[in-house]
């Protein structure tokens, strides 16, 4: 677990380098784009200040009306150019180039979850750092494409301007830079403020929109109608926001001095420097009214740019802190999830031989010197109480988890040495805790696109045999209805026991040479279980099936029976077989029984 080494230290810059290279990758097109776009803001800052300064020229110099209006075309036609140049970058190529970004590192981000290591699921260093990194990835990489961009402009800007004041006026380009390094220490500590508010109040942040969540998520619907839970989540919410106030109230009054510090110095450093030394070199007649205006307008450009320049580094490194996630995320190496190991295309043999296994290190032993073996074929169920073990042996079936101790053998293979994308192809599970997707029902039992007509008729045949043909022919989209009702009106929202039907119809459309039901019938009536699982049991007799079940009485007619205590089988046989032993089992199933026949006496 978090083997992933932490990424070494690198400073900001090198950091939001390497996202902006990973944008370059994905949108290589957008490199000649930002070098023109750099371009032409330069040139359009540069060709406002010589503007000033060559009318004033014209004017003073005694030239001709036509003269000063050729100057004014040129000039301000190379801006008007530059101008259109950054306006077709900005309103057109960036943002079609951030949606193409977007969905090609989100498909990545998507395809790299396949390949996390369940184990990290459990870890909540781990889990935070991963659904940060997917949640910030839709827009923080072109984000810090666009600071880079904006610092490389305002740096080049700056660069052209003090050029420009360099060659004009050298004392100049000392008293804007003087004025800007003072300037720079108010602003960055604004900066480090407004990003310490937003750390602080991150919880805040969230939280309110959790409670947002549950205000409007269906889920939450009758229980907030029912009870008096709103209340306690609405205090809560007032909680929060007030804590949110404090701690905004607190930083926003360590700001004034600042914001005072930079308006200061801005006004009087820059502003009045500029002016008082340049108007004290026009009144010596060191300088001509064409150089006052024009250094005037450079110096304070130069300097606002700047300012802006050096302000983008304070959000360099607020993007690096993130980026170290976005990393971590991109760089893990699984130590299970690899599409590498000897490729399994059929199951004809299990065997475990004495597995231990715990999920922490410090924890106890979950599955505990376990043995048992699987032939194609065999139909089994496994009881027990909860927390026994039954849905941790599944999960190590499948592969999910590294053993401590002991071994799994699948057709005579280890199963270190299995490819687990090719194992899981045999394998069919349906989990207490299975999912509907907002896609159409056909997609939800073919767990893929429907591809052919074959597809559509599996879907049809497994929909028959799960009793739900009639129902879904009877919709206007039949089997591409979609099933839920959030994102498409024509939707259809479907009950509990439905949902399951679906499952178990995605169990029947598969290859798999495995089945396993873990509990998969535990919303429908007894009825309806019983008649679930014998239909699984009677129709798939080719297939290898293992049941975990809460009603003993769904299962007797499995081959073997399988009783799980504290993580390691406990009694195993057939139905009657153990009812003769009169252990564990007899007692669970006589007591559910008599359970079963009270209620049932009850209802009558
Ligand atoms: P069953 O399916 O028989 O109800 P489980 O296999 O789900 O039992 O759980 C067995 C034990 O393992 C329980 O004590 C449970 O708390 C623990 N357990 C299950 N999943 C995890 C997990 N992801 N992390 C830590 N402990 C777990």
């Keep these: 677990m978090m083997k992933n080494k932490s990424p070494k230290k690198q400073n900001a810059f090198a950091k939001n380098f390497k996202v902006l290279k990973l944008v370059f990758k994905f949108c290589p097109g957008l490199i000649p784009l930002a070098v023109i776009y750099i371009i032409c803001a330069a040139l359009s800052s540069l060709a406002r200040v010589y503007l000033i300064k060559e ?12 003269q000063l209006i050729t100057s004014v075309v040129y000039i301000l036609g190379l801006e008007l150019i530059c101008i259109f140049g950054n306006v077709l970058y900005e309103d057109f190529f960036e943002p079609r180039y951030r949606n193409i970004y977007i969905k090609k590192i989100q498909t990545y981000l998507f395809l790299k979850v396949r390949e996390i290591d369940m184990l990290e699921y459990d870890n909540p260093e781990f889990y935070s750092k991963f659904s940060r990194a997917l949640r910030d990835s839709q827009w923080r990489g072109f984000r810090v494409y666009r600071t880079i961009i904006d610092f490389i402009k305002t740096i080049c800007i700056s660069l052209a301007l003090g050029t420009y004041i360099i060659i004009t006026d050298t004392l100049l380009i000392v008293i804007v830079l003087l004025s800007s390094i003072v300037g720079l220490f108010a602003v960055n500590q604004l900066h480090k403020l407004w990003y310490r508010l937003w750390r602080e109040t991150e919880l805040e942040h969230r939280f309110s929109w959790y409670i947002n969540r549950t205000f409007y998520n269906v889920r939450y619907a009758a229980e907030i109608k029912t009870t008096h839970v709103s209340d306690i989540l609405i205090d809560k919410y007032q909680e929060s926001v007030d804590s949110l106030e404090n701690k905004t109230r607190k930083i926003n009054k360590k700001m004034v001095p600042y914001q005072v510090i930079s308006n200061v110095f801005d006004k009087l450093l820059a502003q009045g420097g500029t002016y008082i030394y340049l108007g004290y070199r026009l009144m010596t007649e060191a300088i001509k009214v064409d150089a006052f205006s024009s250094s005037i307008n450079a110096a304070l450009s130069f300097y606002n740019n700047f300012m802006q320049a050096m302000s983008t580094i304070t ?20 130590t299970i999830e690899k599409n590498e190991g000897v490729e399994i295309d059929h199951i004809e043999h299990l065997k475990l031989e004495n597995v231990y296994f715990k999920y922490y290190e ?14 194609k074929g065999q139909k089994i169920a496994i009881v027990g109480h909860n927390g026994s073990g039954k849905t941790t042996l599944i999960k190590l079936l499948l592969k999910f988890y590294q053993l401590q101790k002991g071994s799994i053998c699948i057709n005579d293979i280890n199963y270190e040495e299995v490819n687990p994308f090719s194992l899981r192809k045999n394998m069919a599970v349906v989990f207490q805790d299975y999912q509907i997707y907002a896609v159409s029902i056909a997609e939800n039992i073919l767990m893929r696109k429907v591809e052919s007509k074959e597809d559509e008729e599996k879907v049809y045949e497994v929909l028959a045999k799960v009793g739900l043909l009639d ?19 024509s939707g259809e929202a479907f009950s509990g026991g439905e949902k399951q039907k679906i499952v178990v119809a995605r169990v029947f459309a598969s290859n798999a040479d495995l089945y396993i039901l873990d509990e998969p019938t535990a919303s429908l009536d007894p009825l309806a279980e019983e008649q679930i699982n ?8 080719d297939k290898t099936i293992i049941i975990i079940a809460h009603r003993l009485s769904t299962v007797v ?42 209620n049932k006496e009850n209802q009558d």
């Excluded at 014209?58 to 030239?63: D, E, F, R």
């Excluded at 014998?534 to 007799?541: D, E, G, H, S």
């Design 557 to 598: 007619d499995t081959d073997k029976i399988y009783l799980m205590k504290q993580g390691h089988f406990t009694e195993v046989g057939t139905h009657e077989e153990l009812l003769e032993l009169n252990g564990d089992y007899a007692l669970m199933f006589n007591t559910q029984k008599q359970l079963y026949e009270t």
């Design 315 to 334: 959000t360099l490194q607020e993007h690096a802190r993130y980026i170290d996630d976005f990393f971590w995320v991109i760089n893990y190496t699984p």
């Design 471 to 489: 129902k879904i022919k009877s919709l206007k989209d039949g089997i591409y209805t979609q099933m839920s009702r959030e994102f498409d009106e």
């Design 362 to 375: 410090k924890g106890d032993y979950v599955i505990n010197d376990l043995s048992f073996e699987l032939k």
């Design 534 to 541: 014998k239909l699984i049991l009677n129709t798939a007799f």
């Design 55 to 66: 009318a004033i020229t014209i004017v003073l110099s005694g030239g001709t009306f036509e």
